[in-house]
T-cell receptor, first 112, second 113 residues
Framework: DQQVKQNSPSLSVQEGRISILNCDYTNSMFDYFLWYKKYPAEGPTFLISISSIKDKNEDGRFTVFLNKSAKHLSLHIVPSQPGDSAVYFC???????????FGKGTRLSVIA | DAGITQSPRYKITETGRQVTLMCHQTWSHSYMFWYRQDLGHGLRLIYYSAAADITDKGEVPDGYVVSRSKTENFPLTLESATRSQTSVYFCASLGVSGANVLTFGAGSRLTVL
C-alpha cells in the first residue's frame, strides 16, 4: 500500500501564477518530509524540507506547508517560472537516517 | 570530480545476462541507496547500506544483489536480467545532516531486451 501519495500526475500553470503541489501520507510515524525536483535525464535534486515540529518552511519562491492532523503537505511555488517545469516528488521518512519513501511524482508545466 | 557518479549512464542487455551498475561517491557518506524509477511507480527503494559491509533490503529487492566493501562504492548487480528490470536506476548518498537530504546521481538507464 502506498505510504506517500501524489494524486495529481500532472499540473499546468501560467507563468507568474502560483503552483500548488499536494502530497498525502498514511504513516503517522513519518517525521521528515522533503520535496525533490527532477528534470529529464538528470537525478532528482533536493528542493525543500520540513520536519514534523513545524507547519511551514520557506525558501525563496518555495514554501512547504505541513498539516500533521490531516497527514497532508503541499508545496507552493510563487511566482511560477518556466524553469520550474519538472517532475516534483514528495518524500517522507520516520527518522533522518531511514530510507525515504517517495510518491509517484507530479509533472508541473509552467506555460509562458 | 567531487560528488556522486553512476556508470554506465546507458546500458542495453539481453534477458539472462548479468549486469552491474556502479555508484561512487567522494564525500565518505555513510549511507548509500539504490532506487529505481518507473512510470506510474515513482521512485522505489531496492537496497540501501548504512556503512561498509552493512546492507539491507528495500521495497523491491528481488533479482538484485549489492555489496559495500568500501565506503565510497555501492555497486548494484542484476544476476540474471529480466525485461521487468528495464528501468532508470538512481544511486544516492546521505551524510550526517540530520534532515535526511539524499543526494542523487544522474541515473543509469537500463534496457533489457
Amino acid at each position: 500500500d502506498q505510504q506517500v501519495k501524489q494524486n495529481s500526475p500532472s499540473l499546468s500553470v501560467q507563468e507568474g501564477r502560483i503552483s500548488i503541489l499536494n502530497c498525502d501520507y498514511t504513516n503517522s510515524m513519518f517525521d521528515y518530509f522533503l520535496w525533490y525536483k527532477k528534470y529529464p535525464a538528470e537525478g532528482p535534486t533536493f528542493l525543500i524540507s520540513i520536519s514534523s515540529i513545524k507547519d511551514k518552511n520557506e525558501d525563496g519562491r518555495f514554501t512547504v506547508f505541513l498539516n500533521k492532523s490531516a497527514k497532508h503537505l503541499s508545496l507552493h511555488i510563487v511566482p511560477s517560472q518556466p524553469g520550474d517545469s519538472a517532475v516534483y516528488f514528495c518524500a517522507a521518512s520516520a527518522r533522518w537516517d531511514t530510507p525515504l519513501v517517495f510518491g509517484k511524482g507530479t509533472r508541473l508545466s509552467v506555460i509562458a | 570530480d567531487a560528488g556522486i557518479t553512476q556508470s554506465p549512464r546507458y546500458k542495453i542487455t539481453e534477458t539472462g545476462r548479468q549486469v552491474t551498475l556502479m555508484c561512487h561517491q567522494t564525500w565518505s557518506h555513510s549511507y548509500m541507496f539504490w532506487y529505481r524509477q518507473d512510470l506510474g511507480h515513482g521512485l522505489r527503494l531496492i537496497y540501501y547500506s548504512a556503512a561498509a559491509d552493512i546492507t539491507d533490503k528495500g521495497e523491491v529487492p528481488d533479482g538484485y544483489v549489492v555489496s559495500r566493501s568500501k565506503t565510497e562504492n555501492f555497486p548494484l548487480t542484476l544476476e540474471s536480467a529480466t525485461r521487468s528490470q528495464t528501468s532508470v536506476y538512481f544511486c544516492a548518498s546521505l551524510g550526517v545532516s540530520g534532515a535526511n537530504v539524499l543526494t542523487f546521481g544522474a541515473g543509469s538507464r537500463l534496457t533489457v531486451l
